[in-house]
Antibody, heavy 121, light 107 residues
Framework: EVRLVESGGGLAQPGRSLRLSCEAS????????LHWVRQGPGKGLEWVAR????????AYADSVKGRFTISRDNAKNSLFLQMNSLRAEDTALYFC??????????????WGQGTMVTVSA | DVQLTQSPSSLSSSVKDRVTITCQAS??????LNWYQQKPGKAPKLLIY???NLQAGVPSRFSGRGSGAYFTFTISNLQPEDVATYYC?????????FGGGTRVEIK
């Protein structure tokens, strides 16, 4: 069974940093691209970032470019999102999602349950 | 960025009804469109990929059609467990974008 478990969310002040993690199991981790997708309170889904299977290619939404960094550790089956210079508008539930392909984006065929990030003074 | 316009934003239908949601892209995205279901308090779930392919394990009452810039998603026999918000998503170009969602309720 494919499983993705996010952690690291919480309350942060504007301008501060948080690091999200996503632990994966149930599939060959280094065969697939991975993504972060967020959902603001009561809002729709917003794609945040993607990393290819070997970390050779990354991509970001304009709203987070230059502030967030996506990375992965294939030896530990883990995905990360380093979030710097946080803003109130970054408040959201952050999901990690598995791509159907090694580079992506394609279809997101598995999702974690999400970790909540709240940015407030 | 490719904009996806879903309609309606919400609908209410009876059990066993046929329900159709549309997703219009701001440009030609070939068949690079997926559909997801998100139940309250849960993560999204992939239902349809590449516009018309049913993801493994998804009931056959769900279907998708379309190509280019116009797509439809249909639930052919609405069931109580289908209460959810449905999103389309394109991956023709980065950034991947989602439609605004369609909330489906039972009358």
């Amino acid at each position: 069974e494919v499983r993705l478990v996010e952690s690291g969310g919480g309350l942060a002040q504007p301008g501060r940093s948080l690091r999200l993690s996503c632990e994966a199991s149930g599939f060959k981790f280094d065969d697939y691209a991975l993504h972060w997708v967020r959902q603001g309170p009561g809002k729709g889904l917003e794609w945040v970032a993607r990393i290819s299977w070997n970390s050779g290619s990354t991509a970001y939404a304009d709203s987070v470019k230059g502030r967030f960094t996506i990375s992965r550790d294939n030896a530990k089956n883990s995905l990360f999102l380093q979030m710097n210079s946080l803003r109130a508008e970054d408040t959201a539930l952050y999901f990690c999602a598995k791509d159907k392909l090694s580079v992506g984006p394609d279809a997101f065929d598995a999702w974690g349950q999400g970790t909540m990030v709240t940015v407030s003074a | 960025d490719v904009q996806l316009t879903q309609s309606p934003s919400s609908l209410s239908s009876s059990v066993k009804d046929r329900v159709t949601i549309t997703c219009q892209a701001s440009q030609d995205i070939r068949n690079y469109l997926n559909w997801y279901q998100q139940k309250p308090g849960k993560a999204p779930k992939l239902l349809i990929y590449d516009a018309s392919n049913l993801q493994a394990g998804v009931p056959s009452r769900f279907s998708g059609r379309g190509s280019g810039a116009y797509f439809t998603f249909t639930i052919s026999n609405l069931q109580p467990e289908d209460v959810a918000t449905y999103y389309c998503q394109q991956y023709d170009s980065l950034p991947a974008t989602f439609g605004g969602g369609t909330r489906v309720e039972i009358k």
